[in-house]
C-alpha cells in the first residue's frame, strides 16, 4: 500500500515527506493506524549520526494507533485494539524476557538496522528498502510492526497521549523509579529536563522525594520542569553546587539522573553532586564512537557511589504500561501537560527545530 512517510537520506539533511511503498503484516506482524507519534531526542540521533542507521529511514519510535489488520499467527491482538507501540521489542521467548527483563530482549539487536529480524524489509522507495528506525518508523499514518512491539491498551486513554509512553515517559519514569530506586523523602537532582526529563521529574515526585532539583540552560523547560513537581531549578550542574550542597547540608542528592540531549560523558560533575553511597543513572545517550568520559574514578569507588546506565528505564512494557496508565488516570502522572504543541507530518522540521530551542516540552506529531 502507498502512504506518506517523513524519510531521512543522510545524515543532518532534514526530513522528506515522500510517498513510500508499506508491505501489509507478515506472519506475527501487525498493521497499525497512528494517531500520533512522539518526537524523542533519540530520533535526532539517526539525524546527526551518533546513532548510525542506514539511509534511507523512516524514524519515529513513539507511537500509540489503533491495529487495522494483522498477520497469521497474531495471538492477542485483533483490528480496532487500541495499542501503544514501543522500540524495545518483547520476544517473551529469549533469555532476557524469560528473566523479567524484556528491555533487554536479543530481537533489540535489530533495532538499527531498519530491516526485520528475519533479513527482510517492509518498505521501498522507487525499488529501493527503506528503513524503519527502531523497527516502528512511526513517523508516518501507518506503520507494519512485529506484535513483539505491541501492547494493547484501554480504549479510554487518549492515543495522542498514550503515544508519550513508547518511548520518553516509560524511560524517564523507570530512571527515577526501577533504575535509581528513589525512595519517600531522597533528594534528587534531574540533569536535563525536555521529555524524557520531565518524566524523571515526575517519577521521583511519585517516588515521593522530597526534593526534586531539575537542571536545564532552557528557562522554558526550567518552568515547565516545575510544574511536573521539581522544587528547585538552576541553568547549570555548577550553579546547582552549592545550593544542593547547603539544601543537604553537605550530603549531596541520593539520586542524580542525566537526560540532557546528547552527552559526552562529562561524568565527573554529576558524580560530585551525587552523595556517598548515591546512585548516578545514566538515561542520555552518547555517540556511539565517544569512547571516552571526564570521571572521578576515586570519587566513584572511595564513596561507594554507582554508576548505572539502563535503556528504557528497565520497563517490561506488558507489565508497566498499564501501571504508568492508571498513574495517568489518578493524575498522578501528568502527560497532556507534556505535549506543549503538536505538528502535522508536513510540519515534522519545525518539530524537530522546536526541539533543539527547547520551545516545546514534547512535540508530537498526530494524524487524526
Ligand atoms: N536510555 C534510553 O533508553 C533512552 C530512551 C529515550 C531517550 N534517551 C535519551 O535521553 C536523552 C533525552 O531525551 P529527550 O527526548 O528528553 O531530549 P530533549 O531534547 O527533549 O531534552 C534534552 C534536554 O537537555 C537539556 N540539556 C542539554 N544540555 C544540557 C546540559 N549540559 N545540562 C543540563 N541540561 C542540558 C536541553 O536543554 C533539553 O531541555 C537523549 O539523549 C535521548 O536519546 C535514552
Ligand atoms: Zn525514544
Ligand atoms: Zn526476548
Not at 517523513?6 to 522528506?16: N, P
Not at 498513574?327 to 524537530?352: F, H, K, P
Request: glycine share 12%; aromatic share 6%.
Amino acid at each position: 500500500m502507498k502512504v506518506d512517510a517523513a524519510v531521512l537520506f543522510g545524515i543532518k539533511e532534514e526530513y522528506q515527506i515522500r510517498e513510500i511503498e508499506l508491505d501489509g503484516p507478515r506472519d506475527h506482524e501487525v498493521l497499525v493506524e497512528l494517531a500520533a507519534s512522539g518526537m524523542c531526542h533519540s530520533d535526532d540521533h539517526a539525524v546527526t549520526g551518533d546513532l548510525p542507521c542506514p539511509f534511507p529511514t523512516v524514524a519515529g519510535h513513539e507511537g500509540a494507533g489503533v491495529v487495522t489488520e494483522v498477520g497469521r499467527d497474531v495471538t492477542g491482538l485483533k483490528p480496532g485494539d487500541h495499542v501503544i507501540l514501543h522500540p524495545v521489542p518483547n520476544c517473551g521467548k529469549c533469555r532476557w524476557c524469560s528473566k523479567g527483563m524484556a528491555y533487554l530482549c536479543d530481537d533489540g539487536a535489530f533495532g538499527l538496522t531498519g530491516y526485520a529480524p528475519d533479513g527482510t524489509w517492509r518498505r521501498r522507495l522507487d525499488g529501493e528498502n527503506v528503513g524503519a528506525y527502531c523497527q516502528l518508523g512511526t513517523f508516518s499514518p501507518l506503520t507494519t510492526v512485529s506484535e513483539t512491539q505491541v501492547v494493547k491498551i484501554d480504549d479510554d486513554i487518549p492515543l495522542h497521549t498514550a503515544a508519550l509512553i513508547g518511548c520518553g515517559v516509560t524511560t524517564g519514569f523507570g530512571a527515577a523509579t526501577t533504575v535509581g530506586q528513589v525512595k519517600p523523602g531522597d533528594f534528587v537532582v534531574v540533569v536535563g529536563v525536555g521529555g524524557v526529563g520531565s518524566a524523571a521529574v515526575q517519577g521521583a515526585r511519585v517516588a515521593g522525594a522530597s526534593t526534586i532539583v531539575a537542571v536545564d540552560p532552557i528557562e522554558f523547560r526550567r518552568e515547565q520542569a516545575l510544574g511536573f513537581g521539581a522544587t528547585h531549578t538552576f541553568a547549570s550542574v555548577e550553579e546547582a553546587f552549592d545550593t544542593v550542597r547547603d539544601l543537604t547540608r553537605g550530603v549531596m542528592a541520593d539520586v542524580t539522573i542525566i537526560t540532557v540531549g546528547v552527552f559526552h560523558g562529562d561524568l565527573a560533575p554529576v558524580l560530585a553532586l551525587t552523595s556517598k553511597g548515591g546512585r548516578c543513572v545514566l538515561t542520555s545517550i552518547t555517540p556511539v564512537h565517544e569512547t571516552t568520559a571526564n570521571i572521578s574514578l576515586f570519587d566513584l569507588g572511595m564513596m561507594n557511589k554507582t554508576l548505572v546506565g539502563h535503556i528504557f528505564g528497565c520497563a517490561n512494557p506488558r507489565a508497566d504500561f498499564p501501571r504508568l496508565l492508571d498513574l495517568y488516570r489518578s493524575g498522578a502522572l501528568l502527560l497532556d501537560e507534556m505535549i506543549t504543541t503538536t505538528y502535522d507530518l508536513s510540519q515534522i522540521n519545525e518539530g524537530v527545530a522546536a526541539m533543539h530551542e527547547g520551545t516545546n516540552v514534547r512535540g508530537v506529531v498526530t494524524y487524526k
